[in-house]
């Protein structure tokens, strides 16, 4: 199984190297796009269509401003999309969270925190963890490591 990650523009790369970075950590298999709701549709279509058939677990989509890409992406899809707001120039991310997270009722976007990619990663991981007992196992690894650093800093 595999993740893929879609961002509307290249700018969003920074915030998104996180999730690249998680997924990565974990051993999962992902494909990163830069493909944009309104300046690339067509290409955003063909390549979201096939991904079930292509054996993906989730897509995480990544978008700042009036953030429809999430939303396309899942209109496209019966997987799980996860969306991932970036924090936009003039309304620091206000627009992008409210453009994912207030979807109307029967298209689902999961939506994180703003530039959460990290977040998005390991919600996508948690997903594919329901039937991957291999990587339910590295998911509890990784809470107690981070619980344990969180309880040394009081050292
Ligand atoms: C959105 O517009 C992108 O996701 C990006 O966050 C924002 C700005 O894009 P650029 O103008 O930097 O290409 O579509």
């Known amino acids: 199984m595999k993740v ?3 961002m509307g523009s290249a700018s969003d790369r920074p915030v998104m190297d996180a ?3 998680t997924l990565r950590d974990f051993g999962v298999e992902h494909e990163v796009k830069i493909y944009s709701a309104h300046r690339t549709p067509a290409a955003l279509e063909a390549w979201v269509s096939q991904l079930r058939e ?3 677990a989730a897509v995480i989509a990544a978008a700042g401003g009036a953030a429809h890409l999430a939303g396309v992406v ?3 899809t019966t997987l799980p999309v996860i969306g991932v707001p970036v924090k936009s120039r ?3 991310g ?3 969270l409210l453009s994912m ?3 109307p009722s029967g298209i689902p976007v999961a939506t994180v925190a703003i530039d959460g990619a990290k977040n998005a990663a390991l919600l996508a991981i ?3 963890a329901i039937t991957d007992k291999d990587l339910a196992d590295r998911l509890a690894d990784f809470r107690k490591a981070q619980a344990e650093k969180v309880l040394a800093a009081n050292d």
Do not use: N, P, Y
């Open 54 to 56: 292509r054996g993906f």
């Open 94 to 96: 206000l627009d992008s």
């Open 101 to 103: 997270v207030q979807m």
């Open 4 to 6: 893929g990650i879609v």
């Open 74 to 76: 899942a209109a496209f």
């Open 19 to 21: 999730a690249a970075e």
């Open 90 to 92: 003039s309304l620091e």
């Open 126 to 128: 948690e997903m594919m």
